[in-house]
């Protein structure tokens, strides 16, 4: 293990890594908030969503250093006394969660399918590809949008919704890279080890169609939580019970003209803040990976 | 003017990757008079293309020329700037590469990019370039040129387009052709014709030719002169059927030795270089090739060996070369 | 359907009869609603030989000549559209996957590229043991391991490195791991694809030196591919000369290096540039023809110095001349 630290540390990918404003500055966003949203429960001065720890008293509180802020609610509170930072934290936490969750199941769903497709070729590849083609032709928002609409709220449901729009993605990907890898003589000689098609599509031609993913995982987490938190903006996300980021900017959208403009801004500051970091990481693993750039 | 047409003096390529600096081409000399066919050989990793990339400026980061001279028609290459170096490459030097695929622009017919050629370096008027273009394919060897204008590159053979590749080259008449293994992606009996064009090509325009290749038997059959190359350096340089006849550095000999015969007697085992070419980030510290040579001494791996004249127009940088009176093994 | 003898020469380890192969071009959707007729590659047009027990064929010829697609046909990478190819007495052609298992174990390939043909995630060691323990040549992990650094011992590498990932070898090395992972099952023959073509001069001598020594310590028998000639002479007993999916010679190595009789095989000696060569010959006029329209005569005809009318009306046919046939109707001349 030790051994191994030690040569990642000395990596070509680690030097241009500690090199990289960017991806440096990316990591720390997302690392920033991972400790926020893991440890979260821990230090926030209450829990929002429990109504018993609410004070009406405590309501239309601004940040601490405008006039009349508290120093128990740093960010402020909303008109139900909720302390803002503390829901941003659970906000985050929703965010993250549905961002992870999301990409972990598009991932393996559509690396399944793009697997088969690319390696089967034939009825199955066109039957597949044809049916990423016409979900790619309408817009990711559309189609989650109408899902919503359907099924109604729901943190599973928002999950459901947001992997149908994302595998396509994935498959598309996993597919082409699959096509480039099963000419190669490598699976040739598989085949003639006499090996059958699942061990074959299991040891040899997967591990060697991940290292793209990487990137677009990556990128698609920034790009989930963005969607995620506009359909609970359009409420149609998340139900008011488990407020996402997205959500809380709606909530304070509602009373923004009444003066409590920060339950609004700084949801929203957080969501940009977080999908820059990623985006951030991601540009450098794109950078990195892409053989076709260095 | 100097005698020679080009000259190139302690030509310096460095690549700065990140594991340490790569020499890819350390002090290579050597000249080229008009009309010379030069062959540059070596093995994968001896510098042979990046030299003559170097010649034209062609060279990308993380690469770098980072000395010596390039005197083409007695004025330094080095010292130009992008600009005349682009009104250089082409009209006074121009470039065949391996792959003629990717040297043609697979969305432009073949008509076009030669039209270009000519519209960039010379003045001839448009129906004087087209009358040229039909002489040049003529001349390479396209049957009926006209119906071929249109075409792209896609609906020739690998072998035709190679002619058209280097009907491009000699579009402007340039005084040096750089050739980097022109052959080498196609069949044997196209690239016969693809030699034999080059050759009489280069005969008849008066121009010069470097020849730059692994395929020893090639360079035997097409040049004049030859410089081995190993690791980035020079190790020798000899009129080629000299070099072929009687070898002096343990490494073309070895090279030579290892090449199958077509003719002549059969041996149940091939001489064979031992080992494998050290990595250009960690060269022994002395002969590049002592760890693989049969002759190496002490001396051969603490010092390296500077290029000495051995008999008029040849020279090796060996310490100690092999001896003129033995022939090669298995030639005949 | 096959109305060849039974009775088959023990001597032979494989016999290919009348093989062939063709590929369909795909046809888009609107060539297909134009009604347009589907393309097909001729690839290898009835191609017979066969290789003896412990000998060295090679088939040669340029790039498209179908050697490689003959090749795979035979291990069974490709389905052959038909003649039959008999492998240690029994007729592999039309075997299942699961009747092709035990044939697999005794034939094995080594690969062109030796960049594409190791897995780049897989160690040198798992490389080499996973056919071992796929087809329970080694009755465990220790008994694998055993073989595993015997064979890299005798392709040339030291037990560390059995450890390491392929981009961690030269070229020439992995070509090594390549001839180490063929051998892992025991086979009896061996199918090598241009296996020192991508290879600088120096290691190809070494690699194939690596290869000829093998043959005699596992008693193996080669199918080589090639298009070098010099190299396919130097290795090789027997030779098939191919041309545009047909063998237009065949028979001994020497004699046909020596005396060639068919003029491509002809055309083919006089242009591989050679080392001590005074003068050479007049290079061969124009292209291959295109394997989807095969000419109705010889397939040589469009580029033969010695074409006459019969040739482009005619195709042919394999004759024996003095020890070896070839298919030209003026060879005798």
Same mark, same amino acid.
């Given at each position: 293990?030790?051994?191994?630290?030690?040569?990642?540390?000395?990596?070509?990918?680690?030097?241009?890594?500690?090199?990289?404003?960017?991806?440096?500055?990316?990591?720390?966003?997302?690392?920033?908030?991972?400790?926020?949203?893991?440890?979260?429960?821990?230090?926030?001065?209450?829990?929002?969503?429990?109504?018993?720890?609410?004070?009406?008293?405590?309501?239309?509180?601004?940040?601490?250093?405008?006039?009349?802020?508290?120093?128990?609610?740093?960010?402020?509170?909303?008109?139900?006394?909720?302390?803002?930072?503390?829901?941003?934290?659970?906000?985050?936490?929703?965010?993250?969660?549905?961002?992870?969750?999301?990409?972990?199941?598009?991932?393996?769903?559509?690396?399944?399918?793009?697997?088969?497709?690319?390696?089967?070729?034939?009825?199955?590849?066109?039957?597949?590809?044809?049916?990423?083609?016409?979900?790619?032709?309408?817009?990711?928002?559309?189609?989650?949008?109408?899902?919503?609409?359907?099924?109604?709220?729901?943190?599973?449901?928002?999950?459901?919704?947001?992997?149908?729009?994302?595998?396509?993605?994935?498959?598309?990907?996993?597919?082409?890279?699959?096509?480039?890898?099963?000419?190669?003589?490598?699976?040739?000689?598989?085949?003639?080890?006499?090996?059958?098609?699942?061990?074959?599509?299991?040891?040899? $031609?997967? %591990?060697? =169609?991940?290292?793209? +993913?990487? /990137?677009?995982?990556?990128?698609?987490? @920034?790009?989930?939580?963005?969607? &995620?938190?506009?359909?609970?903006?359009?409420?149609?996300?998340?139900?008011?019970?488990?407020?996402?980021?997205?959500?809380?900017?709606?909530?304070?959208?509602?009373?923004?003209?009444?003066?409590?403009?920060?339950?609004? $801004?700084? %949801?929203? =500051?957080?969501?940009? +803040?977080? /999908?820059?970091?990623?985006?951030?990481? @991601?540009?450098?693993?794109?950078? &990195?990976?892409?053989?076709?750039?260095? | 003017?100097?005698?020679?047409?080009?000259?190139?003096?302690?030509?310096?390529?460095?690549?700065?990757?990140?594991?340490?600096?790569?020499?890819?081409?350390?002090?290579?000399?050597?000249?080229?008079?008009?009309?010379?066919?030069?062959?540059?050989?070596?093995?994968?990793?001896?510098?042979?293309?990046?030299?003559?990339?170097?010649?034209?400026?062609?060279?990308?980061?993380?690469?770098?020329?980072?000395?010596?001279?390039?005197?083409?028609?007695?004025?330094?290459?080095?010292?130009?700037?992008?600009?005349?170096?682009?009104?250089?490459?082409?009209?006074?030097?121009?470039?065949?590469?391996?792959?003629?695929?990717?040297?043609?622009?697979?969305?432009?017919?073949?008509?076009?990019?030669?039209?270009?050629?000519?519209?960039?370096?010379?003045?001839?008027?448009?129906?004087?370039?087209?009358?040229?273009?039909?002489?040049?394919?003529?001349?390479?060897?396209?049957?009926?040129?006209?119906?071929?204008?249109?075409?792209?590159?896609?609906?020739?053979?690998?072998?035709?387009?190679?002619?058209?590749?280097?009907?491009?080259?000699?579009?402007?008449?340039?005084?040096?052709?750089?050739?980097?293994?022109?052959?080498?992606?196609?069949?044997?009996?196209?690239?016969?014709?693809?030699?034999?064009?080059?050759?009489?090509?280069?005969?008849?325009?008066?121009?010069?030719?470097?020849?730059?290749?692994?395929?020893?038997?090639?360079?035997?059959?097409?040049?004049?002169?030859?410089?081995?190359?190993?690791?980035?350096?020079?190790?020798?340089?000899?009129?080629?059927?000299?070099?072929?006849?009687?070898?002096?550095?343990?490494?073309?000999?070895?090279?030579?030795?290892?090449?199958?015969?077509?003719?002549?007697?059969?041996?149940?085992?091939?001489?064979?270089?031992?080992?494998?070419?050290?990595?250009?980030?960690?060269?022994?510290?002395?002969?590049?090739?002592?760890?693989?040579?049969?002759?190496?001494?002490?001396?051969?791996?603490?010092?390296?060996?500077?290029?000495?004249?051995?008999?008029?127009?040849?020279?090796?940088?060996?310490?100690?070369?092999?001896?003129?009176?033995?022939?090669?093994?298995?030639?005949? | 359907?096959?109305?060849?003898?039974?009775?088959?020469?023990?001597?032979?380890?494989?016999?290919?009869?009348?093989?062939?192969?063709?590929?369909?071009?795909?046809?888009?959707?609107?060539?297909?609603?134009?009604?347009?007729?589907?393309?097909?590659?001729?690839?290898?047009?009835?191609?017979?030989?066969?290789?003896?027990?412990?000998?060295?064929?090679?088939?040669?010829?340029?790039?498209?000549?179908?050697?490689?697609?003959?090749?795979?046909?035979?291990?069974?990478?490709?389905?052959?559209?038909?003649?039959?190819?008999?492998?240690?007495?029994?007729?592999?052609?039309?075997?299942?996957?699961?009747?092709?298992?035990?044939?697999?174990?005794?034939?094995?390939?080594?690969?062109?590229?030796?960049?594409?043909?190791?897995?780049?995630?897989?160690?040198?060691?798992?490389?080499?043991?996973?056919?071992?323990?796929?087809?329970?040549?080694?009755?465990?992990?220790?008994?694998?391991?055993?073989?595993?650094?015997?064979?890299?011992?005798?392709?040339?590498?030291?037990?560390?490195?059995?450890?390491?990932?392929?981009?961690?070898?030269?070229?020439?090395?992995?070509?090594?791991?390549?001839?180490?992972?063929?051998?892992?099952?025991?086979?009896?023959?061996?199918?090598?694809?241009?296996?020192?073509?991508?290879?600088?001069?120096?290691?190809?001598?070494?690699?194939?030196?690596?290869?000829?020594?093998?043959?005699?310590?596992?008693?193996?028998?080669?199918?080589?591919?090639?298009?070098?000639?010099?190299?396919?002479?130097?290795?090789?007993?027997?030779?098939?000369?191919?041309?545009?999916?047909?063998?237009?010679?065949?028979?001994?190595?020497?004699?046909?290096?020596?005396?060639?009789?068919?003029?491509?095989?002809?055309?083919?000696?006089?242009?591989?540039?050679?080392?001590?060569?005074?003068?050479?010959?007049?290079?061969?006029?124009?292209?291959?023809?295109?394997?989807?329209?095969?000419?109705?005569?010889?397939?040589?005809?469009?580029?033969?110095?010695?074409?006459?009318?019969?040739?482009?009306?005619?195709?042919?046919?394999?004759?024996?001349?003095?020890?070896?046939?070839?298919?030209?109707?003026?060879?005798?001349?």
């Amino acid at each position: 293990m030790g051994k191994k630290m030690n040569a990642f540390f000395r990596s070509e990918f680690f030097h241009n890594f500690v090199r990289s404003a960017g991806a440096v500055s990316g990591l720390l966003i997302v690392v920033f908030f991972l400790v926020m949203v893991l440890l979260g429960p821990a230090w926030t001065p209450q829990n929002p969503y429990d109504i018993a720890s609410l004070d009406l008293m405590d309501a239309y509180k601004p940040p601490l250093w405008m006039e009349g802020g508290d120093p128990a609610f740093v960010l402020g509170t909303d008109e139900q006394g909720r302390d803002l930072l503390s829901a941003i934290v659970y906000g985050s936490r929703i965010s993250l969660f549905i961002g992870v969750a999301v990409v972990l199941l598009s991932c393996v769903i559509g690396t399944f399918f793009g697997l088969i497709a690319g390696y089967f070729g034939g009825r199955i590849d066109s039957i597949l590809m044809r049916v990423v083609d016409i979900q790619l032709s309408f817009p990711a928002m559309l189609v989650a949008l109408f899902i919503m609409a359907a099924f109604g709220r729901g943190l599973g449901k928002l999950i459901v919704a947001l992997t149908i729009v994302g595998w396509v993605l994935y498959a598309r990907t996993v597919r082409g890279s699959v096509l480039v890898e099963r000419n190669k003589e490598y699976v040739d000689a598989a085949k003639l080890i006499g090996l059958s098609p699942f061990p074959i599509i299991v040891r040899h $031609v997967l %591990p060697n =169609v991940l290292t793209p +993913l990487i /990137v677009i995982a990556t990128i698609h987490v @920034g790009t989930v939580i963005l969607t &995620e938190a506009t359909l609970s903006y359009l409420g149609v996300g998340v139900p008011v019970t488990e407020p996402s980021l997205g959500l809380l900017v709606k909530n304070g959208y509602d009373v923004l003209f009444s003066g409590l403009w920060w339950s609004s $801004v700084f %949801p929203g =500051v957080f969501i940009m +803040l977080l /999908v820059f970091g990623i985006n951030l990481l @991601g540009d450098f693993l794109r950078d &990195e990976f892409n053989p076709r750039l260095k | 003017m100097s005698e020679y047409l080009l000259e190139v003096k302690n030509l310096k390529t460095c690549f700065e990757l990140f594991r340490g600096t790569v020499k890819a081409v350390d002090g290579v000399d050597f000249t080229l008079k008009t009309g010379e066919i030069l062959g540059i050989v070596g093995e994968s990793g001896g510098g042979k293309s990046v030299t003559g990339f170097s010649l034209l400026g062609l060279i990308d980061a993380p690469g770098r020329i980072t000395g010596g001279e390039i005197l083409f028609r007695g004025e330094d290459l080095l010292k130009k700037s992008e600009e005349e170096m682009r009104r250089i490459r082409g009209k006074e030097i121009s470039m065949i590469f391996q792959d003629p695929m990717t040297s043609l622009n697979p969305l432009q017919t073949i008509g076009r990019q030669i039209d270009e050629m000519l519209a960039l370096h010379t003045d001839l008027s448009s129906a004087g370039r087209r009358a040229r273009i039909l002489e040049l394919l003529n001349e390479v060897g396209i049957p009926t040129p006209e119906d071929r204008l249109d075409c792209y590159p896609h609906q020739f053979s690998g072998g035709m387009r190679q002619r058209v590749v280097i009907a491009i080259a000699l579009a402007a008449n340039p005084r040096l052709i750089i050739a980097d293994e022109p052959t080498t992606a196609l069949d044997v009996t196209v690239q016969a014709q693809i030699l034999k064009l080059m050759e009489n090509l280069v005969k008849k325009f008066g121009s010069a030719l470097i020849l730059v290749t692994h395929d020893l038997a090639v360079v035997s059959e097409m040049t004049h002169r030859v410089v081995v190359m190993y690791c980035g350096k020079i190790v020798e340089e000899a009129p080629t059927a000299e070099l072929i006849r009687a070898p002096r550095h343990p490494y073309t000999k070895g090279l030579l030795g290892s090449i199958p015969r077509i003719t002549g007697v059969r041996t149940p085992r091939l001489p064979q270089i031992p080992g494998m070419a050290p990595h250009l980030f960690d060269l022994p510290k002395g002969c590049s090739f002592a760890p693989r040579c049969g002759y190496a001494t002490e001396r051969c791996r603490e010092e390296v060996p500077a290029m000495r004249e051995l008999s008029a127009g040849r020279r090796a940088a060996c310490h100690n070369p092999v001896s003129t009176e033995k022939r090669t093994a298995g030639n005949g | 359907m096959d109305n060849r003898p039974e009775s088959r020469d023990p001597e032979f380890l494989l016999e290919v009869s009348d093989l062939v192969q063709s590929f369909a071009q795909p046809r888009g959707i609107l060539d297909r609603l134009a009604g347009k007729p589907q393309k097909v590659v001729h690839a290898v047009n009835g191609v017979s030989f066969a290789v003896r027990r412990g000998e060295v064929f090679s088939l040669v010829g340029e790039s498209g000549c179908g050697k490689s697609t003959t090749a795979r046909t035979i291990v069974r990478l490709l389905e052959p559209k038909s003649g039959s190819i008999v492998f240690d007495g029994e007729d592999i052609s039309k075997f299942s996957a699961s009747e092709m298992m035990p044939v697999r174990k005794k034939m094995q390939m080594i690969f062109q590229d030796p960049y594409a043909s190791l897995n780049p995630r897989q160690r040198i060691k798992d490389i080499i043991m996973e056919p071992m323990l796929f087809h329970g040549i080694a009755s465990g992990k220790d008994e694998a391991h055993e073989k595993m650094f015997r064979l890299l011992d005798i392709v040339g590498f030291r037990p560390e490195q059995a450890d390491r990932y392929p981009h961690q070898f030269s070229g020439g090395q992995r070509q090594r791991i390549g001839i180490a992972r063929a051998l892992s099952t025991n086979p009896a023959f061996i199918v090598a694809d241009e296996p020192v073509s991508a290879l600088d001069v120096s290691i190809q001598a070494q690699v194939l030196n690596l290869m000829m020594d093998l043959r005699d310590e596992f008693t193996l028998s080669y199918l080589f591919i090639a298009h070098d000639l010099s190299v396919v002479r130097h290795v090789t007993e027997r030779v098939g000369i191919m041309y545009l999916g047909f063998i237009v010679e065949q028979g001994d190595c020497d004699a046909i290096f020596g005396n060639p009789m068919h003029p491509y095989t002809k055309a083919l000696l006089a242009a591989a540039p050679t080392l001590d060569r005074i003068v050479a010959a007049e290079p061969l006029k124009g292209d291959v023809p295109s394997p989807i329209m095969l000419p109705p005569g010889c397939p040589f005809a469009n580029r033969c110095p010695q074409r006459r009318d019969l040739c482009t009306t005619t195709r042919p046919q394999l004759r024996e001349h003095s020890g070896r046939i070839v298919a030209c109707h003026f060879s005798g001349n």
